[in-house]
């Protein structure tokens, strides 16, 4: 499937690197969120983007900053990351942010396994 | 806000077998509950969703029955396959809302050959 795609798959970095997460969505959708998924854990929105503009910050660290250049991408960008923020970090998009639409849902990316060290 | 409470947290049945997840939600205005499966590695993806205007829903050997006066909704699963094992998270959200959309906490299903 290639709705919604991550990039790179894995990563690890150090406490003081500076990294991007890349998604694209292929699907022709407005809103794309970004979920941290931990081991245990119920998956956390992080951020909403609808329509570039960016709708949703769930009190994420400033260590966390997304960027949305046009509906088909979104990346976040990390730096001074700390070993606990080591997760999957799911990229997802949907139709709209939420019309009550027949069909609309969230689709999920594969996901990007980070490693901080 | 939302929270929404999955249980059990890890379920193993013999194959053939039914599996039953359930869900509960606090906010008596969400009326949108997805479920997604997640295998190891992979994305999780939409399996079956059901609004707040329908008690049930059926795809082939999976449905969904939902209670609003109880606030809990439930997976089911029948003629469970290898295939079936991964982990299943419920969700709840308003459809006119997705930016508020809870997760569970997941259930790892195994089913045994």
């Known amino acids: 499937e290639t709705g919604v795609t991550q990039t790179p798959r894995h990563l690890v970095m150090g406490m003081t690197n500076k990294k991007s997460l890349k998604c694209e969505q292929h699907?022709?959708?407005?809103?794309m969120y970004w979920y941290k998924q931990s081991a245990k854990k119920p998956l956390e929105l992080m951020f909403v983007y609808s329509l570039e503009e960016r709708v949703e910050n769930n009190s994420v660290p400033s260590r966390f900053s997304p960027e949305c250049p046009n509906s088909s991408h979104l990346f976040l960008h990390l730096h001074t990351l700390q070993p606990e923020d080591s997760a999957l970090y799911l990229c997802?998009?949907?139709?709209?942010?939420?019309?009550?639409?027949?069909?609309?849902?969230?689709?999920f990316g594969e996901g990007s396994w980070l490693t901080v060290v | 806000g939302e929270n929404v409470e999955q249980h059990p947290s890890t379920l193993s049945v013999q194959e053939g077998d039914s599996a039953v997840i359930k869900c509960t939600y606090s906010d008596s205005a969400s009326n949108y509950f997805p479920w997604y499966k997640q295998e190891l590695g992979k994305r999780p993806q939409l399996i079956i969703d059901?609004?707040?205007?329908?008690g049930e829903k059926k795809d082939q050997r999976i449905a969904v029955t939902l209670n609003k006066t109880a606030k809990h909704f439930s997976l089911h699963i029948t003629e469970t396959q290898p295939e079936d094992s991964a982990v299943y998270f419920c969700a709840a959200s308003r459809m006119n809302n997705f930016n508020k959309f809870y997760f569970g906490s997941g259930t790892k299903l195994n089913v045994k050959p």
């Open positions: 059901i609004r707040s205007n329908v």
């Open positions: 699907l022709g959708h407005n809103a």
């Open positions: 997802a998009s949907s139709q709209d942010v939420g019309q009550g639409l027949s069909g609309n849902t969230i689709y």
